[in-house]
């Protein structure tokens, strides 16, 4: 008796409870329907997942009190463009600002997930990047679908500590880093001068990426795809002969095992982009100051090629009902000086936008104090990054991509790895054509 | 299916048969009980000496060794968007708290009017409710999504509640328990004095359906807190994510950070407190009698 | 409580009840079951028709499919149905989770039922202490409990392989392709013995003690007792047991999904669900997710029913 007293006692409390929490909860969407270009106060939600995005939307909060913006944190990558894409079919929930990855651009386009702000953005704005960064916004057209944040040129990171130990040089071009590899490993077996990520395919397209693939074409209405390009071959080619000498590790990256790795000094180099030094110092802190960046080993001597590993975009969505006001948002976000400070400091980004860059970059990273000049060497190295486009199905290849060479490295075979791309590729051709887009054989 | 044997007896004082000898503690049964037990217990220690290490210890130290860096965890873990870990254990009450108890009502009125009454319709009803256990949640989440956008409700706490409210299995125990536990003959006596239908449901048949009614609430109350796929979906605002999204949101930074596994862990074990808590202290509930009534002595 | 007084008998009360409270009375069910059937329909038969649905629909798209309604969602009649079917990484996935059930289920109803007679045995000490120990994994979410064990599992930072290395022994890596079905396994059966050893003990209580009691006396040892005497006796609950545990086992997501990315040994497409997941999520084609889903919760009801066809009789002996 006394249970259910209590019991009816706790439901009608919770109830209560609930009616006032779902009253304030509000929820992503902006239901306010003024103009709020005339002083009205307007809502904007911000999915995205990068850190520092809330100092910089406090800056603009204070500075803008009659556009207030509100950061919605969503898991990194995949997860929060299923759950837009979700909220754009399902008509309702879709904030006003997301975090565009560029590789993702289009497969957000082609769903009519973006807005095309090219005629509410505040002038000048496209003067301030890159012009292979301002395609990927462009898509090459009229239409302009975000605003550029940061970008990934990627970088050879090394322990200088254990180069030093064994003796080993600064490789330049691949085959020397083929030797390198060969030294530490026979050296220490323990030791790897790196790993062969199957669970990383935006790393593996910013190789090809270097090596001249694009893996994506545009030809009038129809698609290309070219993942079995030569130049994606003999990258993989070249590392799948690594992992089968067993000169190079075939562990994926970001795990406890990798983390620990690179605590340890058993994985001594890693292949990555700009934005490594914020992983670095999450996950091994106690290896600061051992690390140092070069630019990455290239195909020919003397060559001066790159390629980009992540990056993302500021985009308007379609169910926007401020697009003005977002759009004022983004730019600012990403041009201001003041804004881009703090990405950089808050948030580790290597920023897209040029003028800003010599402000925000006097310093070296906190993990990098060793190396005075790195963003020096990085400026360089971002203005080699070469051209790439990305396709409406990108997921697809990724998945592909996990999958094949998964096995590919878990067999430790090289030709296993030309066999990969070679799946991958039909499998990339098969969903477009499924999908009813016209593909260029 | 047996027999009961009845026998006088026996007076011969056997030795161990006496009934008030304490019996002889069997110490094979035991070790096979505490191997068991510390199978069960070895990831919680785990997951007890990590949150205990810095970041920095995390992948240096022998795992199993503990440190003393849990209250800076704590601490760090709390400074993650302003506290917001504590919002997602405070929704995670709320979720599996409110969620639970509506759970328990709509059950229990579905048992009850299951079990003890005659109707149309009634095993055909039963047997659909049944095959809702067959339906995975993965499969349901986004019709569910694109249903409630409909009405505008995705995004809230409604979007999470109302769909967890609806659970066949709590049907299913429920009506069990109905059938157990509430004789039909003192239905009818309080019918004959004139009881209206709902005051013998509620101040007759419930009361004596608690217990059992109490384990439908815990087991829909950790199904709910345990649930991932649900809020996934629903939830954009992460203001509103109860804790296993938001800890999933920690694993998954994207490639171009940490994941920040020291909160991660930090979080998974306060995270399993609480219902660690619920298990010990309402421990005489948790008797799911899945086939009762298919005993007789 | 109650007034337990009846005077008359049943027939004679009846026959002098208002006509308002017999109407009431016919009705009553129906208003009870309201609630449920009201949620039901909205949240689970819906939904289900809304997939059923959208599995004969597919998006086609035309030109280079940028830009506003460049997709229509049109008529595809069977054709997801057809590749779902043929898809050989789904038909894998199918095989697979089959061993995985085999493996798991058995293991854990078998563990279930020895801690549970265990649990109810006399002679057995440190009863309290295991069974919350034993049943403190359901506590834990399927996402937290995998990555819990990813980190016991991965060599470099195990303490099991720091202990197997110190003795010396060479021990095979748990998450390489022949073992990672155990590795999986092992998490479901970490988290789901508990919870069955609760049911099957709870049957186990609700045994007279008189029917053991004569055996005891007659000289039974417990081992004789549980084989001939108990285990007949819960052997509904076991049954049951095993059908909700077939039914978890073949909608296995969480753990292998959680655990994808430590490894390069479970694809994509691993369990059914996970080739549901991929089409749903990744390739954003809910299509085919759709088709494949009610595949899925097709051939699981099948199962179910006939599995429940075959033992009937058995699990369900007292019905009202």
């Known amino acids: 008796m006394r249970l259910h007293t209590s019991l009816r006692l706790a439901a009608v409390v919770a109830a209560t409870a609930l009616l006032a929490t779902a009253c304030s909860s509000g929820g ?19 999915w995205t997942w990068a850190p520092g995005m809330e100092e910089v939307v406090d800056a603009w909060n204070a500075k803008n009190p009659d556009i207030h913006v509100t950061v919605n944190k969503q898991d990194g ?48 704005v496209q003067d301030h990047f890159a012009d292979g960064t301002w395609q ?27 180069f030093q130990q064994y003796g080993l040089q600064v490789p330049t071009t691949w085959e020397q880093y083929a030797q390198v590899a060969e030294q530490l490993h026979t050296a220490d077996p323990t030791k790897y001068l790196g790993t062969f990520s199957a669970t990383d395919a935006g790393w593996f397209t910013g190789l090809t990426q270097q090596a001249g693939a694009s893996w994506w074409g545009i030809d009038g209405d129809a698609w290309s795809v070219e993942i079995d390009s030569t130049a994606t071959q003999k990258v993989a080619e070249y590392w799948g002969d690594l ?103 808050k948030g580790g980004l290597y920023p897209a936008d040029l003028p800003g860059q010599a402000e925000a970059l006097a310093s070296p990273p906190e993990f990098f104090q060793n190396q005075p000049d790195f963003y020096t060497v990085a400026g360089d190295i971002a203005k080699t990054v070469q051209p790439f486009t990305y396709g409406p199905n990108v997921n697809v290849a990724y998945s592909a991509y996990n999958d094949e060479f998964g096995k590919a490295t878990e067999a430790k075979q090289a030709s296993a790895f030309l066999d990969a791309v070679a799946a991958m590729q039909k499998a990339t051709v098969d969903d477009l054509k499924d999908s009813g887009f016209t593909v260029k054989d | 299916m047996t027999t009961t044997l009845v026998r006088p007896p026996a007076t011969a004082a056997r030795p161990g048969t006496t009934k008030d000898r304490r019996e002889r503690p069997s110490t094979r049964a035991t070790l096979v009980l505490l191997l068991g037990a510390v199978y069960c217990l070895l990831p919680v220690l785990w997951v ?191 203001r509103l994510f109860p804790i296993t999204v938001g800890l999933s949101g920690l694993l998954n930074q994207g490639a171009s950070q940490p994941a920040l596994y020291t909160s991660v862990i930090t979080g998974s074990l306060l995270s399993i407190i609480p219902l660690a808590a619920l298990f010990l202290t309402l421990q005489r509930y948790w008797q799911v009698d899945l086939a009762a009534g298919a005993v007789k002595a | 409580m109650t007034s337990l007084a009846t005077t008359a008998t049943a027939g004679t009360t009846l026959g002098a009840a208002p006509a308002g409270t ?137 303490p099991f392989y720091y202990v197997f290395d110190k003795l010396g022994w060479a021990v095979p890596d748990i998450l390489s392709p022949g073992l990672v079905i155990f590795a999986i396994a092992n998490i479901g059966l970490w988290g789901g013995v508990g919870f069955n050893m609760i049911v099957i003990y709870t049957a186990l209580k609700a045994i007279p003690s008189e029917l053991y009691e004569a055996a005891r006396l007659d000289g039974a040892s417990e081992v004789a007792i549980a084989w001939r005497i108990k285990i007949p006796v819960v052997t509904p609950s076991l049954i049951l047991t095993f059908l909700f545990s077939m039914i978890a086992t073949l909608q296995v997501f969480a753990e292998p999904m959680t655990l994808k990315p430590l490894t390069n040994t479970i694809s994509s497409t691993w369990s059914p669900l996970m080739t549901v997941y991929r089409d749903a999520f990744t390739r954003d084609d809910i299509y085919s997710a759709a088709a494949t889903s009610v595949v899925i919760a097709v051939a699981t009801f099948a199962l179910s029913f006939g599995f429940l066809r075959l033992v009937q009789r058995r699990a369900f002996a007292q019905e009202n």
Do not use: C
């Not at chain 1, 090459?140 to 970088?155: L, T």
């Not at chain 2, 048949?205 to 796929?229: C, E, K, R, S, Y």
């Not at chain 3, 004969?56 to 997801?80: H, P, Q």
């Open chain 2, 48 to 238: 007890v000496t990590a949150s205990t290490k810095s970041a920095g210890e995390l992948f240096t130290t022998f795992t199993l060794a503990p440190s003393s860096h849990l209250w800076e965890n704590v601490q760090e873990l709390s400074r993650y968007r302003g506290g917001l870990y504590w919002r997602w254990m405070a929704n995670t009450a709320l979720y599996a708290g409110v969620g639970a108890l509506l759970s328990v009502l709509v059950s229990a009125m579905a048992g009850y009017g299951l079990a003890k009454y005659q109707f149309a319709g009634k095993k055909a009803i039963f047997n659909i409710i049944l095959a809702g256990v067959l339906v995975p949640g993965v499969i349901l989440a986004i019709p569910q999504y694109l249903l409630l956008a409909q009405v505008g409700l995705t995004n809230t706490y409604w979007s999470v509640l109302l769909p967890s409210v609806i659970s066949p299995y709590g049907i299913y125990l429920a009506r069990i328990y109905a059938a157990a536990s509430v004789p039909d003959d003192v239905l009818e006596a309080a019918r004959t004095d004139g009881a209206g239908e709902w005051r013998t449901f509620s101040r007759i048949a419930v009361p004596m359906m608690v217990p059992g009614l109490v384990t439908v609430f815990l087991f829909q109350f950790v199904a709910i807190w345990n649930n991932f796929m649900l809020p996934y979906i629903m939830l954009g605002n992460d």
């Open chain 1, 28 to 46: 992503g969407d902006s239901d306010d329907d003024a103009t709020g270009s005339t002083g009205e106060k307007v809502e904007l939600t911000f």
């Open chain 1, 136 to 162: 990927s916004v462009t898509l090459g057209g009229d239409a302009v679908y975000g605003v550029p944040q940061d970008s990934g040129p990627m970088e050879f990171y090394y322990r200088e500590d254990i």
């Open chain 1, 77 to 124: 990558g995949d997860p929060a463009v299923t759950k837009l894409l979700t909220a754009i079919k399902a008509g309702s929930g879709a904030p006003d600002v997301f975090q565009t990855e560029y590789q993702k651009i289009p497969t957000l386009v082609s769903s009519d997930a973006l807005a095309d702000i090219a005629d509410v953005l505040p002038e000048g």
């Open chain 3, 22 to 158: 017999r109407r009431r009375r016919r009705l009553a069910p129906y208003v009870y079951l309201a609630p449920a059937m009201l949620l039901f329909t909205l949240f689970l038969a819906l939904p289900i028709g809304y997939a059923l649905y959208l599995s004969f629909r597919t998006v086609k798209v035309s030109g280079l499919g940028l830009g506003k309604g460049a997709r229509t969602e049109v008529w595809a009649g069977f054709d997801n149905y057809a590749r779902a079917l043929t898809d050989p990484a789904f038909v894998a996935s199918v095989g697979r989770v089959a061993v995985y059930g085999l493996i798991l289920v058995p293991t854990m109803l078998g563990l279930a039922l020895l801690f549970a007679l265990l649990l109810d045995a006399r002679r057995t000490r440190t009863k309290g202490f295991s069974r919350v120990a034993i049943f403190l994994p359901y506590a834990v979410p399927a996402v937290i409990a995998s990555l819990l064990w990813g980190f016991l599992y991965l060599p470099r930072v195990s």
């Open chain 1, 243 to 345: 992992v089968e000498k067993g000169t190079i590790d075939n562990k994926p990256m970001y795990t406890p095992e990798w983390n620990a790795a690179l605590n340890d000094g058993t994985q001594a180099g890693w292949v990555s982009a700009i934005w490594a030094p914020g992983v670095l110092q999450g996950n091994a802190p106690d290896t600061a100051g051992k690390w140092k960046m070069a630019p990455m080993p290239q195909w020919s001597e003397g060559d001066d090629a790159t390629g980009n590993w992540g990056g993302s975009a500021s985009s308007v969505t379609s169910q926007s009902k401020h697009p003005k006001e977002a759009a004022e948002f983004i730019s600012w976000m990403n041009t201001d000086q003041e804004a881009v400070n703090i990405l950089v400091a």
